[in-house]
């Protein structure tokens, strides 16, 4: 077993990214819950984490479960969404630049939520699309508009 | 982000998933450590202690789930601020033993027993705690203690009145013993 670090340094290294993450994801009115949630959760299985190696890709993957868990109690109908294995392991870490976030939080809900799937929580188009529980092209064209947007904002 | 996680240690707590909380708090010796479990105070880190380092290591000892939570120690820092005026002679708070074992327990709940204001010497600790020729442990005890002042291993001094060794330095010690009237303020 790994001497896993006090979890409150969890808090003051990712909750701010977490919640960033969030609010792109499922807007800043329900990211609060979204972040309660995902922070129990992961409070609950950190005693048994077996790795330390990759605490903010554990941290993310908890967060993007929740935020599908929102769109889905959101009247959507239930979804058949693959757990995102591979990103427990991942190393690749999303940059992330508060600035850009809060531009995310700004844009219209469903191309803010593709934005956050993909760029926060690495997710692919299909998956995005069954978290938004529209089709892969629809996901792809929120996808792009979102960053459109962003580009322009950001030029 | 200070509500959020206020609630989540509230939320945590209520769950049972927060099982080390602590606060750093304000003292005249400078900040200290607080660190509680449900069953009661465990820790108290003084001020020429890292309190980086205590917190990581009551997350090996007890439990990883280690939270900032000031509030739930609001009732020791409360006991601790009038103590440290003077005001306040016998502390009542729940204590949780658990990071002592054997003869040092003994010892240190036998050092929990000393008034306000009063002394006892390492072999009297060593006595009530069972062994009267466990003089050196009695001593490896204080300096163990991992709840000093609140167990007031600074009222323990050597038999002929020597101040003896203390975790958070001597004249910290000095400092307790006069302000509780025991020791004379040098000049």
């Not at chain 1, 409150?8 to 919640?19: I, R, S, W």
């Not at chain 1, 499922?26 to 129990?40: I, K, M, N, P, S």
């Not at chain 2, 609001?74 to 990071?99: C, I, M, N, T």
């Amino acid at each position: 077993m790994p001497t896993l670090p006090p979890f409150q340094t969890l808090l003051d290294t990712h909750a701010e990214d977490v919640m960033a993450v969030l609010r792109g994801a499922v807007g800043r009115a329900d990211a609060e819950d979204c972040f309660q949630e995902t922070f129990l959760a992961a409070l609950r299985g950190y005693p048994k984490l077996s790795d330390d190696g990759n605490l903010r890709g554990w941290l993310l993957t908890i967060a993007h479960r929740k935020a599908i868990d929102h769109h889905r109690a959101n009247g959507r109908r239930p979804l058949p969404i693959a757990e995102p294995e591979e990103l427990a392991g991942t190393s690749a870490e999303p940059e992330l630049d508060e600035g850009v976030w809060a531009l995310v939080g700004a844009l219209p809900p469903k191309q803010r939520a593709a934005v956050a799937l993909r760029y926060a929580c690495d997710l692919p188009h299909a998956e995005i699309a069954a978290a938004l529980d529209c089709s892969p092209a629809a996901a792809r064209r929120s996808l792009h508009e979102g960053i459109k947007r962003l580009r322009k904002e950001l030029t | 982000m200070k509500a959020e996680l206020k609630r989540l240690a509230d939320r945590a707590a209520a769950e049972g998933l927060l099982d080390v909380a602590y606060a750093n708090i304000d003292s005249p010796f400078g900040p200290i450590l607080l660190a509680s479990t449900p069953r009661g105070l465990v820790k108290l880190s003084l001020p020429n202690y890292d309190a980086e380092e205590a917190l990581e290591q009551l997350a090996g000892q007890i439990s990883p789930r280690v939270l900032e939570a000031p509030a739930r120690l609001d009732d020791a820092r409360r006991q601790l601020d009038l103590y440290f005026e003077g005001r306040l002679h016998e502390f009542d708070l729940p204590l949780d033993w658990q990071l002592s074992k054997g003869f040092r327990r003994r010892a240190l709940r036998a050092i929990d027993r000393i008034p306000f204001g009063r002394t006892r010497s390492y072999t009297e600790i060593a006595r009530s705690a069972g062994n009267e020729r466990a003089v050196r442990a009695a001593g490896t005890a204080c300096g163990a203690n991992p709840i000093p002042i609140v167990v007031p291993c600074h009222r323990v001094l050597r038999s002929g009145g020597a101040l003896g060794g203390y975790g958070g330095g001597l004249p910290m010690k000095q400092a307790l013993l006069e302000m509780e009237g025991v020791l004379d303020k040098r000049e």
